[in-house]
């Protein structure tokens, strides 16, 4: 019996086993998940990590036979990284022994950085369009439009699509009576001149 070399990397929720047996044959290899323990067997080749640092999901985890390794994935039950492959750590998931000495927590407060970021914003008062007219920019237009197109009748909006889409975006009207008479004509901003592009 030879154990295989094996190397492994591992996140918070996963260790991810790389053992090294060029060319083995799916149909021979031998994988066991168990909580605390891993088995793995190709021929003579046997790897037996016992007991495993921390508790894995045997439903989880899965494995891939390749043509120079074979990739295991051992997905544990508890987040956090374990260092080593075997160990007697303790089990974060088994029952914690009641002792009859009270124990004393310190609780860490965490800040609470959304209500401090909603206090600043609160702070900074908004400048309205009365005291400066370019307040708001774009998005205040936007929002304008968006707000006259929703309560708008069904003539209004035609008109509104009509004139905006023909206009090439320079003209944008309410009125379906003038609008549907014929095509809005471009209007460009005074000092720009309109040229159509080739296809």
Same mark, same amino acid.
């Given at each position: ?11 918070? $929720? ?6 090294? $047996?060029? =060319?083995?044959?799916?149909? @021979? ?14 021929? $003579? ?9 921390? @508790? ?9 036979? *390749? ?11 508890? @987040?956090?990284?374990? *260092? ?30 959304? =209500? ?6 609160? @702070?900074?008062? *908004?400048?309205?369009?009365?005291? $400066? ?34 206009? *090439? ?21 005074? =000092? ?8």
């Amino acid at each position: 019996m030879t154990t295989p070399r094996h190397e492994f990397y591992e996140t918070d $929720d996963k260790l991810t086993l790389s053992i090294f $047996d060029k =060319g083995a044959d799916p149909e @021979q290899v031998k994988v066991s998940f168990e909580p605390r323990k891993f088995t793995y067997s190709h021929g $003579d080749k046997t790897l037996v990590l016992e007991p495993l640092k921390g @508790q894995i999901d045997p439903a989880k985890s899965d494995y891939t036979v *390749g043509k120079v390794k074979v990739e295991v994935r051992l997905i544990k039950m508890a @987040q956090g990284r374990w *260092g080593a492959l075997v160990g007697d750590a303790p089990d974060p998931l088994s029952s914690f022994p009641t002792s009859a000495a009270p124990t004393t927590t310190k609780v860490r407060k965490h800040k609470n950085w959304d =209500g401090i970021t909603k206090e600043i914003l609160n @702070q900074e008062k *908004g400048v309205t369009s009365d005291q $400066d007219p370019n307040a708001g920019g774009d998005a205040a237009v936007n929002e304008f439009f968006q707000k006259l197109y929703a309560d708008a009748d069904e003539d209004t909006r035609r008109a509104m699509m009509k004139s905006y889409s023909e206009s *090439g975006g320079t003209t944008l009207s309410t009125n379906w009576d003038e609008v549907k008479k014929g095509t809005v004509e471009v209007k460009p901003p005074e =000092g720009s001149e309109w040229k159509k592009w080739a296809a």
